[in-house]
């Protein structure tokens, strides 16, 4: 689900069964809504570990509360299920690179 404005974003994340692909959704589109992400029961290590390089101190203090660290991590992030890889490669495989 992609989020049209910031408050939509903002009372999705009151949805404790959000699912972990719309939080990385939210926090790529929102930065300001990071601290949320990140205190989210379903943010997922790799997405802490993200929201950790990429936040301010307050997002990595939240982080380092919750006990996780890059060592947590095992993949980067990613939005794509393997229902969507034939759909995926199909997609790449039209994108025209342009000739240097």
Known sequence: MSFTDID???????????????????????PELRIGVAQHP??????????????????????????????SASAPPSLFTPKQAPMLKRVLGELKCPQS
């Not at 939509?8 to 790529?28: D, G, K, V, Y």
């Open 42 to 71: 379903n943010a997922y290590p790799d997405l802490l570990v993200w929201l950790s390089s990429v936040g301010d101190d307050t997002v990595r203090r939240t982080i380092d509360q919750r006990g996780v660290s890059s060592d």
């Open 8 to 30: 939509a974003a903002r009372a999705a994340l009151s949805n404790p069964t959000l699912p972990p692909e719309e939080l990385m959704s939210i926090a790529q589109s929102y």
